[in-house]
Structure formats: structure tokens, C-alpha cells
């Protein structure tokens, strides 16, 4: 396992190196002028006769153009098309460069015996603001900081490069690292109050494996389907990494392969693996290995009524300590479906092994309801039930969650 | 003899080989049917959203990255219609072409009527409001003539060597447009002032256009589905006004809508918002020739006038 995953990840990042330099541009739509500049007779017979071909061409095209503009002043005044009745309106002076701003606020309650160290019974879990604007031609930054009940955190901060040569997307920041689905999520794009007992065993909890770093994203071409692959490279400052000296840095690679079976029902696959230092002592390390799976339906006439989402993701934990290592696993599995345009239910079954204390697994099972008054608020209500390995008996939880956002109109998540 | 041979080779080489054909992704069928009107079988032309779909709320999915990246041309409607999905498709496109404000990104709306742009202060509390305006100006012909010449312009700018080709093609679609404008008219002028319902303010430009008086909207505000007391309020204007007809979007649900033309004694009309909004509207005329007839037979059958 050991040797497997670390082969793995040097394979993947070796990957996505090579798929990094950028392919030879072809000369699209032009003649290699070379080669048959230095031709024979007949070929400068055969030159002069395009040549002339060219040029009826050419005429041909201008009679044409000039009958239909005489045949339009016959057929009448129809309305002028050459006037712009309303340009874009103006925006008001100074303020035409500031960023995108938009606040989201999210409130959580708890009810029920907790099962150690939950959520409080009311609590701001954090407001979340947004800066969002274009840089200059060539990129674009966005920052997310999050202000909690006692803490003020970049949660994000990213330049992205959208267009290097090489169809290579790259950010440049901190950011949520792209392993799985659910670590690279908002709290506010989640369709849980919680994040799943996984992330919080495995993955950095809360606040998941974020990190300093590098990204690079590259699309794979193939005649099938949507591939991408990304490597990320991080500082090792993080829940699950961390980094004793300067030169160990933790790795991150993403692949993901997306498919549309029709116009409804679409097919999201991932697999993601991260490597770095664990602090545990100078040279242990953890290796993170995840595979991810969704299954979208969303008929397009009832786009705005019903959708239904399942996705299960499953991520594996290797933790070297000094005597040895440490190897645990974990998943979920999610169903989603809207059942009204402001109606949404969902289930959620949880299941993880503790990375330190392989032995442990926690369980828990959740059924969620949400209401969405509009596009730009929520009320959600979560039943919870945990069984942690070291607690007798089973926790039942009610989680309740408001949320809202002002300002700026965000992408909806997909 | 040597040099008019070379020279004609570089001339040559500049034309684009025959299959180079411009890659052009709109981001309705509206659009993507303008652009085929006048762009023809020398470029290839699609669609990302469906005519049966609400624009508002397209999903960016992963396969029309796909699409992006290989564009010469993405004409948008603008407006804020896209803006819960197109940035982040445009984004991961890697396509420089076609990033918001570089050349290959033609905006539809510049060159066109566009109607409810708010003045003053505007909050959400008013609904899911455009500040830019009202983005289903597609829906007034007049309009689609400028976007067509909008996009004609831009293609010229892309292909030279097809300008006249091109300009052929507009002055063909300028010409039958013209015709069935005269068509349309003919057949709405009795009705100029009819009273009408819609579900969404989709229908400022068509109602516009052909002098139609929308006095109430199913939706209480922009994006906010019905309420009953809205709804309630809104049977009540019908009545008073003596208004039949409900226009409704094929992406909304008809359950109120049909209880209000119950209650009412009027009649629901799914009109097609977009080309493509059903199988039988192909294309860019077809779309008004399919919303003209419908909405004509249901004021002569309520007798609304």
C-alpha cells in the first residue's frame, strides 16, 4: 500500500508535468508556402489558374454583396440597423473597477445530546465575504475570509491565470485543496449543516486540507469524455499536513472525468491523492488516496421543480508514525432530491475509521430538509445520529441552519 | 513569371481551407439560430442552453467546457441572463478568445432595444431584478435583425474572405424578416391593447411590439414563485379588467396558472419563449410565426379584444 500509493502520486504528478508542456501548435488553415514555392512548370501553371480563381472569387463575392445592399434599398426602409438604441448604461464613475462584494451569513443551532465536542446550541458559524474581479487581460482574483465566532481566516485567496498557453488553468494562492468533492466545497454550497464524519476523521475537518500552493489544471483531449487533471503543489501548512522545513511540501493531483448520458442524467468521477509531511516527527509522512462518484439527474423542463443528486466519495489514510504506520478509511454516501422548487430532502450515511486510531470508526446517519425562499436564502433542518467508537451509545442530534447572501450574484454550484 | 506565382500562393495561403469553418457556441438557440441565418454552411454553429429550458438557471456542466474551449466566436445575451452560469464556464475554457471583453466575446444586447432597465435604487426585495435591463429582448424581431447585423459584423471581421457571403445571407434574412414583420402585424393589428397575463417578465419586447398590455405577472416578483394571496390579487385584476389570457413559459409549472384561468374563465398559452421551445420551431421566424398563431386563437376563442 505504502509503496503503491507513493508510486502512484510520483506517476500522477509526473503526469500532469508532461501534460503541462504545451503541445505544437498546428498552423491551422495555411499552406506550408516552402514546399511548393520551389515547384516546376506545371506547378506555377496550376498556381497562376488559383491565382485567377482567387480573384473571380473574390469578384464574385463583392457583386454579390453589392446586389443584396441594392436589393435592401429596393425591398425599403426597414428598420435601420446600424443604430445602437441602448449601448450598455453607465456605471456610476469611481466605482466601475471595485471588486464583486457579497456577504454570506451562516447561523447553526443545535439541539440534543451532543456527541462530544458538536456545535454549539446557537452559533454564527461564520460570515463569509467575498472580494471577485478581473486583474488585468490576464487574470482574475477572488478572495473568501471568513470571520468566525473568534477568528478572522483567509478561507480563500487565489489569482487565477484562466488562459496560459498550454490550455493551462493555474491559481496561485491559498486555496481548498482538489481532493474529492466535498473538501474543495463551501459551507454554504454543502447540502449537509456538517461536514461528513470522514472529513473530519481524515481530511482536516472544517476547515479541510486548504493550504498555500500552486494549482495547475490541464483538460486531457480524447474523443469521449470531459478529463481533467490537476496537480497542486502546497506550503504543508495544514489540519493533515505539515510541513517540518521549508523543502516539504505537500502534493496534491485530481483527476476527473465527466460524462452527460442525454440531456438530463450526467456521470462526475474522480480520483484525487495528497502526500506530505504529517509533523508527527521530522520525517513521517501521510498519503491521502480518494475516489469520488455523482450521478446528476435534472430534467431541463423542470429545471427550476426537481433534480436528484447521489454521490459517495472514499478516501483511505496512510499516517506514518514513529513506530510504524497508521492506515484508516472512511466514507459517505449522499442522496439529494428536490421535490418542489423550494423543497429539497436529503439523505446521508457517514462511516470513518480515525486516521491516529485505525481501530475507531465512527458512524452517523443524517436525514435533511431545506427550504429556499428564493435563490438567495435557506432554512435547513438536519437529523443527526452519531455512534463514536469511543462512546457508548448513540448521539441524536437536530442541526438547523440559516443562510443568506447579499451582494453580488454568485454562480450557482454545480 | 516566378514572382505573380508566388505571390498568388501567399494570397492563397491566407484563404482558409475549405472545413475551417468558424466555431461559433451561443449561448440560446435565439442566438445560435441568428448566427446560422447569416453565417450559413460556412460556419458551424451551437447552442449551450435548450429552448425548453430556463435560461436563468442553465447548469454548467463540465461538457460545454468542452464546447468553449474550441470556439472562435461565443455570442452571449448579456444583460446578467447568464450570470449563475456562464462565468465559470467561460473561465475554465481556456479559451482567451472568448473571455469577457476580448474580441471573440460578442455581447447581443449593445446594439439592441432593451426595455424595464431600472432607474433609481434597486434591491432584492423586488425579486431576482436585472439591473441591466430586461434580458428577453430577443423577443421583438426588430431586435433580432440587430443582433443579426451584430453578428454579421463580427463574422465579416473574423472571415473576410466570406464578408460578401455573409453580407448575402443578411440581406436574405433582412428581406424575409421584413416580409413576415409585415405578416405578423397584419395578423396582430386587431388586437392592439389586449389585455394579458404572463407568468414572468419575459414579454416586454414582444407585448412592445405588438402593442399588447401585460396588467399582471403569475410570479409576485421576478424569480419569486406564486403566492396565494398574489394570486388571489391577481384573479381579481383579471376580473375587474376582464383579461383571458395567460401567457406561460414551458419551464414553469401550470398548476396556478390554471387554477387563475379557472377561476377567470380564461385561458393558459404556453408560449415558446425561445427557437427550440418545441420541435416544430427551428428557426428564428418559425419561433414568432408559433407564438403569433397561438396567442391570436386564444383571444378569439375567450374573445378578448
Redesign the interface.
Known amino acids: 500500500m505504502r509503496r503503491f500509493v507513493s508510486r502512484t502520486a510520483g506517476l500522477l504528478l509526473t503526469a500532469c508535468a508532461l501534460l503541462a508542456v504545451p503541445l505544437p501548435v498546428r498552423a491551422a488553415g495555411q499552406d506550408p508556402p516552402g514546399e511548393t514555392a520551389t515547384a516546376a512548370l506545371p506547378d506555377e501553371v496550376g498556381a497562376l489558374r488559383r491565382e485567377i480563381e482567387t480573384l473571380r472569387r473574390d469578384y464574385e463575392g463583392r457583386i454579390a454583396a453589392l446586389e443584396a445592399r441594392l436589393h435592401a434599398l429596393e425591398t425599403g426602409p426597414v428598420a435601420a440597423p446600424a443604430a445602437a438604441p441602448s449601448p450598455a448604461p453607465p456605471a456610476a464613475g469611481s466605482k466601475v473597477f471595485n471588486p464583486d462584494v457579497a456577504a454570506i451569513g451562516n447561523f447553526v443551532g443545535a439541539a440534543g445530546r451532543s456527541p462530544g465536542g458538536g456545535e454549539p446550541s446557537l452559533n454564527m458559524q461564520e460570515a463569509e465575504i467575498s472580494f471577485q474581479a478581473v486583474v488585468d487581460p490576464y487574470a482574475r482574483a477572488d478572495f473568501f475570509v471568513t470571520l468566525g465566532p473568534d477568528e478572522v481566516a483567509l478561507e480563500e485567496g487565489y489569482i487565477t491565470f484562466p488562459t496560459l498557453p498550454g490550455g493551462l488553468l493555474t491559481k496561485i494562492g491559498k486555496m481548498r485543496d482538489a481532493f474529492g468533492k466535498v473538501n474543495g466545497q463551501h459551507p454554504h454550497t454543502l447540502g449537509f449543516v456538517d461536514r461528513p464524519l470522514v472529513s473530519r476523521n481524515l481530511t482536516g475537518g472544517e476547515d479541510g486540507l486548504a493550504d498555500a500552493g500552486i494549482s495547475v489544471a490541464r483538460l486531457i483531449p480524447n474523443p469521449w469524455l470531459f478529463l481533467e487533471a490537476t496537480g497542486q503543489v502546497y506550503q504543508g501548512s495544514s489540519e493533515v499536513f505539515q510541513a517540518p522545513t521549508r523543502g516539504d511540501l505537500a502534493y496534491v493531483g485530481h483527476l476527473r472525468a465527466y460524462q452527460d448520458l442525454g440531456e438530463s442524467t450526467n456521470i462526475d468521477l474522480g480520483g484525487s491523492i495528497a502526500y506530505g509531511h504529517n509533523g508527527v516527527t521530522d520525517d513521517t509522512t501521510t498519503r491521502l488516496l480518494g475516489v469520488d462518484a455523482t450521478l446528476r439527474w435534472k430534467p431541463l423542463r423542470r429545471s427550476i421543480y426537481t433534480h436528484l443528486l447521489a454521490r459517495g466519495e472514499l478516501t483511505w489514510s496512510r499516517a506514518d508514525v514513529a513506530s510504524g504506520s497508521l492506515d484508516a478509511v472512511g466514507g459517505y454516501g449522499y442522496l439529494e432530491y428536490q421535490f418542489g422548487r423550494r423543497w429539497t430532502a436529503g439523505v446521508r450515511y457517514d462511516s470513518s475509521e480515525r486516521a491516529y486510531a485505525p481501530g475507531l470508526r465512527d458512524e452517523g446517519g443524517s436525514f435533511i430538509l431545506t427550504y429556499r425562499p428564493s435563490e438567495f436564502s435557506l432554512v435547513r433542518a438536519q437529523y443527526r445520529r452519531t455512534s463514536l467508537a469511543d462512546i457508548d451509545r448513540p448521539a441524536n442530534e437536530l442541526l438547523f441552519q440559516f443562510l443568506y447572501a447579499i451582494g453580488a450574484h454568485g454562480a450557482h454550484p454545480f | 513569371?516566378?514572382l505573380?506565382?508566388?505571390?498568388?500562393?501567399?494570397?492563397?495561403?491566407?484563404?482558409?481551407?475549405a472545413g475551417?469553418a468558424l466555431n461559433v457556441v451561443a449561448t440560446t438557440e435565439d442566438l445560435a439560430d441568428l448566427t446560422r441565418q447569416v453565417g450559413g454552411e460556412r460556419i458551424k454553429v451551437e447552442s449551450i442552453s435548450?429552448g425548453?429550458?430556463?435560461p436563468h438557471?442553465v447548469?454548467?456542466?463540465?461538457?460545454f467546457?468542452?464546447k468553449l474551449?474550441k470556439a472562435d466566436l461565443l455570442v452571449v445575451v448579456g444583460r446578467?441572463l447568464e450570470?449563475?452560469?456562464l462565468?465559470?464556464l467561460?473561465?475554465?475554457?481556456?479559451?482567451?478568445k472568448i473571455?469577457?471583453?476580448?474580441d471573440r466575446y460578442l455581447?447581443a444586447?449593445?446594439?439592441?432595444?432593451?426595455l424595464e432597465?431600472p432607474t433609481g435604487q434597486i434591491t432584492?426585495a423586488m425579486?431576482?431584478v436585472h439591473p441591466?435591463?430586461n434580458p428577453h429582448y430577443w423577443l421583438d424581431p426588430?431586435n433580432g435583425?440587430?443582433i443579426?447585423?451584430a453578428i454579421v459584423d463580427k463574422l465579416s471581421l473574423m472571415a473576410p474572405?466570406?464578408?460578401?457571403?455573409f453580407?448575402?445571407r443578411?440581406?436574405?434574412f433582412?428581406?424575409r424578416?421584413?416580409e413576415a414583420?409585415t405578416r405578423w402585424d397584419a395578423t396582430m393589428a386587431p388586437y392592439k391593447g389586449v389585455k394579458i397575463v404572463t407568468y414572468h417578465r419575459s414579454w416586454p419586447n414582444f407585448v412592445e411590439r405588438f402593442g399588447l398590455d401585460v396588467i399582471g405577472y403569475v410570479e409576485p416578483k421576478p424569480?419569486?414563485?406564486p403566492s396565494p394571496s398574489h394570486t388571489l390579487d391577481l384573479i381579481r385584476e383579471m376580473k375587474a379588467q376582464k383579461v383571458k389570457v395567460i401567457v406561460v413559459e414551458?419551464?414553469?409549472?401550470l398548476k396556478t396558472p390554471n387554477s387563475v384561468a379557472r377561476e377567470t374563465g380564461g385561458k393558459v398559452v404556453v408560449l415558446a419563449p425561445s427557437v427550440g421551445a418545441e420541435k416544430e420551431i427551428t428557426d428564428y421566424l418559425q419561433l414568432f410565426d408559433y407564438d403569433v398563431n397561438l396567442i391570436v386563437s386564444a383571444f378569439k376563442e375567450t374573445g378578448s379584444r
Open positions: 513569371m516566378r505573380p506565382s508566388i505571390a498568388a500562393l501567399a494570397v492563397l495561403a491566407c484563404v482558409p481551407r475551417a435548450r425548453y429550458q430556463d438557471f447548469e454548467a456542466k463540465p461538457s467546457i468542452l474551449a446578467d450570470i449563475g452560469w462565468p465559470p467561460i473561465q475554465q475554457s481556456r479559451n482567451s473571455q469577457p471583453g476580448a455581447d444586447s449593445l446594439t439592441v432595444k432593451i432597465i432584492r425579486g431576482d441591466l435591463g426588430g435583425r440587430h443579426a447585423k474572405a466570406d464578408a460578401a457571403y453580407a448575402s443578411y440581406a436574405d433582412d428581406k424578416l421584413a414583420e424569480g419569486i414563485p414551458p419551464y414553469f409549472d
